[in-house]
């Protein structure tokens, strides 16, 4: 099956900055969902992507898929301390296995 | 309300005693899955069901038993725990199999279950 990369494991953002969490697939995938855990929580889904090159936002997210469909990333603009969490990629492979990266842990400083 | 409910929520065992942690959605999803989750290495799946009496293994099957005997349960068993399973274990489910459909098929996960194996 396909692995997942997430890069970086970490970020530390000032309150206010933008940053960008990237997934890498070592095969194509059929599409890729984005999730987020808080603290303590449990996984929520954020958005799936499906076509080829298609960007979407939600509200200060913007969520993109690759030409290729090998990668994707997370664009968060004037972080939050509201976006402290664990950002997870999973990627749907052609065996519909769910795959998911290590995650981007965010932490914000105020 | 919708939700997939876990049990228990927290348990210290001794190697070697059997023990099964429940899972349970009232969604009606065809598809439910395990995972663990350890520290740098995200969510990995253990074993995955996509109907009634229809499961197969995932990434990490070692040590680990499930069976899907109705649509709404679908517990995990560990015949012999042993320490390296240790972990937070999350089920999910959504309606259809990741990949069946070009629709939104979000996974609906648990509020986890923290074993640690002494």
């Known amino acids: 099956g396909q692995q997942v990369m997430q890069i970086p494991q970490y970020q530390h953002v000032q309150e206010g900055e933008d940053f960008t969490t990237y997934c890498n697939s070592s095969?194509?995938?059929?599409?890729i969902q984005w999730y987020k855990q808080r603290p303590g929580g449990h996984p929520v889904f954020l958005i799936q992507?499906?076509?080829?090159?298609e960007v979407k936002k939600q509200k200060r997210l913007t969520f993109q898929f690759g030409e290729a469909k090998k990668n994707s990333s997370l664009h968060i603009t004037a972080t939050q301390t509201t976006d402290v969490g664990t950002y997870f990629c999973?990627?749907?492979?052609?065996?519909?296995?769910?795959?998911f990266g290590a995650g981007t842990t965010v932490t914000v400083r105020a | 309300e919708a939700q997939v409910t876990q049990n228990p929520r927290y348990l210290i065992t001794v190697t070697g005693k059997k023990l099964t942690v429940t899972c349970s959605q009232n969604?009606?999803?065809?598809?439910m899955s395990w995972y663990r989750q350890d520290p740098g290495l995200g969510l990995r799946q253990i074993y995955y069901?996509?109907?009634?009496?229809?499961?197969d293994k995932g990434d990490v099957p070692e040590g680990y038993k499930v069976s899907r005997k109705e649509k709404r349960n679908f517990p995990l068993i560990l015949e012999s725990p042993s320490p390296n399973q240790t972990s937070l274990y999350f089920c999910?489910?959504?309606?259809?199999?990741?990949?069946?459909?070009?629709?939104?098929?979000?996974?609906?996960f648990g509020d986890g279950t923290r074993l640690s194996i002494l």
């Open positions: 999973a990627g749907i492979g052609n065996d519909y296995k769910l795959s």
């Open positions: 069901s996509m109907n009634v009496e229809v499961t």
């Open positions: 095969t194509t995938l059929s599409n």
């Open positions: 992507l499906v076509k080829s090159g």
């Open positions: 999910a489910s959504s309606s259809r199999s990741p990949g069946q459909s070009y629709s939104n098929q979000p996974q609906h």
């Open positions: 969604m009606n999803h065809e598809y």
